[in-house]
């Protein structure tokens, strides 16, 4: 069993500000409560020669929303790297193993939370694959990480292609009954990011999901992951 207490290393990779917020945001802010040192890494920004096609403003509000957000969470610290949005899986692979392993490296978390790797968006899936070079056992920072979870995130985890790709079929849970009214005003603060219902971004559908996945393992409400490792 993954104890995940007082004084535990977590880091949430987010390959977009707002990914780690719908994704466990509930989690997140039950960690904190416990004690747990939570750090957020934002890994996509727009690059370091500017984005070819989101304009800079794009970047820097969500940003701000993401602080915003992660006070809310009780978030210990924020990372923001800059891979180019919607371009990380055209970097060099050694480019993008690198920052990823450098943020894993100055972290040294006990517990990572992270994409799935069947996510819709490619950035999803060229950082899950950056992280399994990073956090590989033979290594001092993979050794030292005791669990390893993949969020779901609305709107990229569930709109792969079905049967053609492995699904989201969660074996591990996170009871979100007295967190998700912090996750909801966490994710209210990202003005610019959450839509309408029926949007699969809105609030509606991600506190539907919520309540569908507490349904599956018997609480009012949960966020749920696949787990990757876990050692004990």
């Not at 990823?100 to 899950?128: E, G, K, S, T």
């Not at 070079?133 to 569930?158: F, K, N």
């Not at 809105?202 to 506190?207: D, G, L, P, T, W």
Request: aromatic content about 8%.
């Amino acid at each position: 069993m993954l104890d995940i207490g007082a004084g535990s290393k977590v880091l949430v990779v987010a390959p977009h500000a707002d990914d780690e917020t719908i994704g466990l945001g509930g989690t997140i802010a039950k960690l904190a409560m416990k004690g747990a040192v939570v750090v957020v890494a934002v890994f996509t920004g727009p690059g370091p020669n500017g984005h070819r096609t989101i304009p800079a403003d794009v970047f820097s509000t969500a940003r701000e929303e993401a602080l915003r957000a992660h006070r809310r969470l009780g978030v210990a610290e924020t990372i923001f790297d800059n891979l180019p949005a919607v371009g990380v899986a055209e970097l060099p692979l050694s480019e993008r193993n690198a920052s990823v392993h450098d943020v894993l490296a100055q972290v040294r978390p006990d517990v990572v939370f992270c994409p799935f790797p069947y996510d819709l968006h490619a950035d999803h899936r060229a950082i899950f694959h950056a992280l399994t070079v990073a956090w590989r056992p033979t290594t001092d920072v993979g050794r030292q990480i005791r669990g390893i979870l993949c969020y779901e995130t609305m709107s990229e985890t569930h709109w792969n292609v079905p049967y053609l790709e492995a699904g989201f079929l969660p074996t591990v849970a996170c009871d979100v009954t007295d967190t998700l009214a912090t996750k909801i005003e966490a994710l209210l603060e990202f003005e610019s990011q959450m839509k309408q219902p029926p949007h699969a971004r809105s609030i509606q559908a991600i506190e539907g999901l919520a309540r569908f996945r507490g349904g599956q393992f018997g609480f009012d409400a949960a966020e749920a992951f696949v787990l990757v490792r876990s050692t004990f």
